[in-house]
């Protein structure tokens, strides 16, 4: 028992990322915080209320009549007002292919970290896809304690002649679903704000969107360190696959709540993009992941992006926000987590 206790001990080493190493003087800190040293910072987490998010049946939309397409529609962009999250159930995804896509991601976490990190040459995966921790990190507010594959969907489309063909393909085919979903709610959503039907399908290709596969490695400081730091989305619209470990935490109505896992759902987050374009009616809520002290934690997400030189502009004028590429959002999302450690995002672009 002891034996394969420290077996599995030793397992985790060489798949986690080198958190203790790399934050070492962070981690310091936090434990002089704990114990009341002067002059320490510290982040602690309060237990926060578990909600259920909005449920939107999709089978509505195809199987309803008149009525009930149009209240579906409705259910969708209240949820996206009020909450900027929402799930759906009936989404076109079968359990088969999430069970059989979420497999193939933790297969993929499990390999030691030293060949995850050379992304480019075991699983054909442009440089930088891999990521873990949040480099730019000067407080234990800032670390994030996770890893990700982060993959543009051109990476995965067709076959590369890769040794992970059987991980390629099930990427592709769970990218293809999740794809048309996006569209379809991204095409409600817009629809309502007057935009064309066209626009997502013209500016939302596959070679501009991505997947993001997320491991939340246990962490012995649970409540203190986040999994991944609040932020809000630099998208359209996310759709996220979870576990049932739970960890998911939202801002509604001014204070974070937790995200109650359900089985049948996958969950939809309004992004920045979507609240330039409606002038502030649909919501890109800050949200954040907590950690585990004794599970892992795994998720997939969704990302919908334009081209980088499609133009975000509110949708009358004058709008709350200046017009501006999503390539300018974006380099200033970037020069800004690199000076400060963290995400400004839409408050840099209010008139």
Same mark, same amino acid.
């Given at each position: 028992?002891?034996?394969?206790?420290?077996?599995?001990?030793?397992?985790?080493?060489?798949?986690?990322?080198?958190?203790?190493?790399?934050?070492?003087?962070?981690?310091?800190? $936090?434990?002089?915080?704990?114990?009341?040293?002067?002059?320490?910072?510290?982040?602690?987490?309060?237990?926060?209320?578990?909600?259920?998010?909005?449920?939107?049946?999709?089978?509505?939309?195809?199987?309803?009549?008149?009525?009930?397409?149009?209240?579906?529609?409705?259910?969708?962009?209240?949820?996206?007002?009020?909450?900027?999250?929402?799930?759906?159930?009936?989404?076109?995804?079968?359990?088969?292919?999430?069970?059989?896509?979420?497999?193939?991601?933790?297969?993929?976490?499990?390999?030691?970290?030293?060949?995850?990190?050379?992304?480019?040459?075991?699983?054909?995966?442009?440089?930088?896809?891999? $990521?873990?921790?949040?480099?730019?990190?000067?407080? =234990?507010?800032?670390?994030?304690?996770?890893?990700?594959?982060?993959?543009?969907?051109?990476?995965?489309?067709?076959?590369?002649?890769?040794?992970?063909?059987?991980?390629?393909?099930?990427?592709?085919? @769970?990218?293809?679903?999740?794809?048309?979903?996006?569209?379809?709610?991204?095409? /409600?959503?817009?629809?309502?704000?007057?935009?064309?039907?066209?626009?997502?399908?013209?500016?939302?290709?596959?070679?501009?969107? @991505?997947?993001?596969?997320? $491991?939340?490695?246990?962490?012995?400081?649970?409540?203190? /360190?986040?999994?991944?730091?609040?932020?809000?989305?630099?998208?359209?619209?996310? /759709?996220?696959?979870?576990?049932?470990?739970?960890?998911?935490?939202?801002?509604?109505?001014?204070? %974070? =709540?937790?995200?109650?896992?359900?089985?049948?759902?996958?969950?939809?987050?309004?992004?920045?993009?979507?609240?330039? %374009?409606?002038?502030?009616? @649909?919501?890109?809520?800050?949200?954040?992941?907590?950690?585990?002290?004794?599970?892992?934690?795994?998720?997939?997400?969704?990302?919908?992006?334009?081209?980088?030189?499609?133009?975000?502009?509110?949708?009358?004028?004058?709008?709350?926000?200046? $017009?501006?590429?999503?390539?300018?959002?974006?380099?200033?999302?970037?020069?800004?987590?690199?000076?400060?450690?963290?995400? /400004?995002?839409?408050?840099?672009?209010?008139?």
């Amino acid at each position: 028992m002891t034996h394969t206790l420290k077996h599995q001990s030793s397992a985790n080493v060489a798949m986690d990322p080198p958190f203790h190493e790399a934050y070492k003087t962070l981690l310091a800190e $936090r434990a002089a915080a704990a114990t009341g040293a002067k002059g320490a910072s510290d982040v602690v987490l309060t237990v926060v209320e578990e909600w259920d998010l909005p449920l939107v049946d999709l089978e509505r939309l195809t199987a309803g009549k008149v009525e009930e397409v149009e209240q579906c529609k409705n259910d969708i962009i209240t949820a996206s007002k009020e909450w900027g999250f929402f799930q759906v159930v009936n989404h076109g995804i079968s359990n088969q292919l999430l069970a059989k896509m979420r497999a193939k991601q933790i297969e993929l976490f499990k390999q030691p970290f030293e060949r995850k990190s050379k992304e480019d040459q075991f699983s054909n995966f442009s440089a930088g896809s891999y $990521r873990w921790g949040t480099p730019s990190a000067t407080s =234990i507010t800032q670390l994030s304690w996770s890893e990700a594959f982060h993959v543009s969907l051109s990476d995965i489309l067709g076959t590369n002649g890769s040794d992970d063909d059987d991980l390629r393909s099930t990427m592709e085919e @769970y990218a293809g679903k999740v794809s048309r979903l996006a569209q379809k709610l991204a095409e /409600i959503l817009g629809e309502n704000l007057g935009r064309s039907s066209k626009f997502f399908v013209e500016n939302c290709v596959p070679s501009t969107c @991505y997947l993001r596969m997320n $491991r939340y490695p246990p962490c012995h400081v649970p409540g203190q /360190i986040f999994g991944l730091m609040p932020h809000t989305d630099s998208d359209f619209l996310t /759709i996220l696959h979870q576990d049932q470990v739970g960890g998911l935490e939202l801002v509604k109505d001014g204070k %974070w =709540i937790a995200v109650k896992p359900n089985p049948q759902a996958l969950i939809i987050n309004i992004g920045d993009l979507f609240q330039v %374009w409606s002038n502030d009616e @649909y919501k890109s809520v800050e949200h954040r992941v907590v950690t585990n002290s004794k599970k892992e934690r795994y998720s997939i997400a969704y990302f919908l992006c334009p081209w980088s030189e499609t133009v975000i502009k509110s949708k009358s004028e004058p709008g709350v926000y200046r $017009r501006f590429s999503f390539r300018e959002f974006r380099n200033q999302v970037q020069e800004d987590v690199r000076k400060y450690g963290y995400k /400004i995002g839409l408050p840099r672009f209010v008139l």
